[in-house]
């Protein structure tokens, strides 16, 4: 690769490739059959092939112990390279740790899969005890076992480590995603040599199909760089989700028909979650670094898990690197949402209306009303991505009374923050605001039909009442609006001139108060009537048409027209 003529280079200066050669690999994989063996699950596979290929630059296998203290302390490896997260490898099982018992520094032990064919092939470096409670605080900031990284650390790993560099034997088969499948060597070549890039912004996200947030960070690195490459997580990331052969349909849908087809490239990343929060999201910035990118996309609670992390924890963890130290450029977006009243998706940086005129854009929210099979508002997801993603929502439908797996008042609050507050999208205040407890599946389909109804016409109120007082060329305006104001103005002028005459007949007292009113009461009315009078909106005087395009010059003199006449 000729990274001296590109605009970015790996983290670390090389790409690390710990393939064995496709002239070795049959002999290789005969003489790892002889090797003492361990046995490792699918993620630890997904692992060993990032390192090799290059995903995970510099790292060249597991980590030793020097490199593993390091990173959990510091965030760097032993020779201060930025690094968030560790990668090492603690086989568990009775069977796995009596292999391990067995082995010392400079041994070579395959590493093969649940079938036993061997997948890699580990030269020992170090073998070294850990203590799994600090690993989980260092890199959670909890050892609470409710976290789902603190419990894969005790329920997947064992009690020692084996440190060293991996030579990979077998891809692991991506099944549906295999013709999507990119490589590091892959897309540098594709960016630098055959399109002649110089910027790339890379994006990657897990368990929700892409929505109108995504968009708008994506749209808006397209204005800054060359090109774009989005990187769905394509390994399950929780329970409750889109499976990833349907988010990355529903990828592909928006892709085809919003997006420019030959600066939006789409390659799936197999990659296993950590659930590390903030320090995974820095991982994930070094993983776009080498795949070439030289942007890293970074939109709020990037990599979250539930309530463990504030929301830009994921923004907040970059302070601690400089850029030269990180190589690639970081943009941070914040929360973005659709504000009818601007009639456009922003952010809080860029929006001064509140919650009364906002749809959010949740990802929890989205898979939701999938679950309830609601489409959501077409400013919160293209109606493309949620073609695919409700088929793909796991699980479907609701249980036998009528819940999902989050309560539906969160649902509603999550993606219609104004309707507990407000009696519509834009409108009045409630008398009294609605508990989110009370919510039912009711209000669920009741705010999504107000959204649909409503998203797309505030903005256009406000802008057809603009044109209506403005444009003095009437063409282009609804001429019964006109005349409805005039017809309204008219109406009006004969009740406040019948209540004029109603007041000049009317006596102090009334004989009866429920049949006639006395003069203090026509007085009243008077007042209201002559008020909205006032206020009724006039129709257009072709008139003012003249004062408002009167020039003080000749028309011609405008048209540079200087002779005299």
């Known amino acids: 690769m000729k990274f001296d003529t590109y605009p970015q280079k790996p983290h670390?200066?090389?790409?690390?490739?710990?393939?064995?050669?496709?002239?070795?690999?049959?002999?290789?994989?005969?003489r790892a059959r002889s090797l003492p063996t361990i046995r490792i699950d699918l993620e630890a596979a997904i692992t060993i092939e990032m390192i090799a290929t290059g995903v995970l630059s510099p790292l060249r296998g597991f980590m030793t112990q020097a490199d593993y203290i390091s990173v959990l302390e510091d965030s760097r490896l032993a020779d201060g390279t930025v690094w968030p997260v560790p990668l090492s490898f603690a086989p568990s099982g009775a069977r796995n740790a009596e292999i391990v018992r067995s082995l010392s520094i400079g041994d070579e032990v395959a590493l093969a899969d649940a079938d036993g064919e061997p997948v890699a092939i580990l030269t020992l470096d170090d073998i070294f005890d850990y203590d799994k409670e600090h690993r989980a605080r260092k890199i959670f900031g909890t050892d609470d076992r409710s976290h789902p990284g603190v419990d894969s650390i005790h329920r997947r790993m064992g009690d020692v480590a084996l440190g060293g560099p991996l030579r990979l034997l077998q891809r692991v088969d991506w099944g549906p995603f295999e013709a999507l499948r990119l490589e590091p060597k892959d897309t540098w070549r594709m960016f630098y040599d055959e399109k002649g890039f110089r910027s790339v912004a890379g994006f990657i996200t897990g368990a929700n199909p892409l929505h109108r947030g995504h968009e708008y960070i994506h749209r808006n690195a397209l204005e800054e760089v060359d090109g774009l490459l989005l990187q769905p997580l394509v390994e399950m990331a929780k329970r409750e989700y889109v499976r990833h052969e349907y988010r990355v349909l529903a990828y592909r849908n928006v892709l085809d028909e919003y997006y420019p087809k030959d600066r939006a490239m789409l390659s799936p990343l197999r990659v296993t979650y950590i659930f590390a929060g903030p320090r995974e999201t820095v991982l994930h910035a070094l993983v776009m670094k080498n795949y070439g990118c030289t942007h890293a996309l970074i939109g709020r609670d990037h990599a979250g898990i539930g309530d463990f992390y504030d929301k830009y924890a994921s923004h907040s963890i970059f302070d601690e690197f400089s850029p030269d130290e990180l190589g690639i450029q970081v943009r941070l977006f914040h929360e973005v949402f659709y504000c009818t009243r601007c009639a456009s998706h922003a952010t809080s940086e860029t929006c001064p209306h509140g919650v009364r005129h906002r749809l959010q854009i949740s990802g929890t929210g989205i898979r939701e009303m999938l679950r309830h099979g609601i489409v959501p508002p077409k400013e919160v997801i293209r109606p493309e991505s949620a073609f695919a993603a409700m088929q793909g929502v796991q699980p479907k439908g609701v249980d036998e009374r009528?819940?999902?797996?989050?309560?539906?008042?969160?649902?509603?609050?999550?993606?219609?923050?104004?309707?507990?507050?407000?009696?519509?999208?834009?409108?009045?205040?409630?008398?009294?605001?609605?508990?989110?407890?009370?919510?039912?599946?009711?209000?669920?389909?009741?705010?999504?039909?107000?959204?649909?109804d409503n998203a797309g016409r505030i903005y256009g109120d406000v802008y057809a009442e603009v044109t209506a007082v403005i444009e003095h060329n009437r063409r282009g305006q609804s001429p019964w609006i006109d005349e409805a104001r005039e017809s309204l103005r008219t109406q009006q002028e004969l009740i406040v001139g019948n209540l004029h005459e109603k007041l000049e007949r009317s006596a102090e007292e009334a004989s009866d108060e429920f049949m006639y009113q006395n003069r203090a009461e026509v007085e009243r009315e008077v007042a209201a009537a002559e008020t909205l009078l006032e206020h009724l909106p006039e129709p257009f005087d072709a008139a003012v048409a003249d004062k408002l395009t009167g020039n003080p010059l000749p028309y011609r003199r405008y048209r540079g027209d200087d002779a005299p006449e």
């Open 12 to 30: 670390g200066g090389q790409l690390v490739d710990q393939v064995v050669p496709e002239s070795q690999r049959a002999a290789e994989i005969e």
């Open 402 to 452: 009528g819940e999902a797996v989050s309560a539906v008042g969160r649902t509603v609050t999550s993606i219609f923050p104004y309707y507990a507050e407000y009696e519509r999208l834009g409108g009045l205040r409630r008398r009294e605001p609605l508990a989110a407890s009370d919510l039912t599946s009711a209000d669920l389909v009741g705010a999504a039909r107000d959204a649909r």
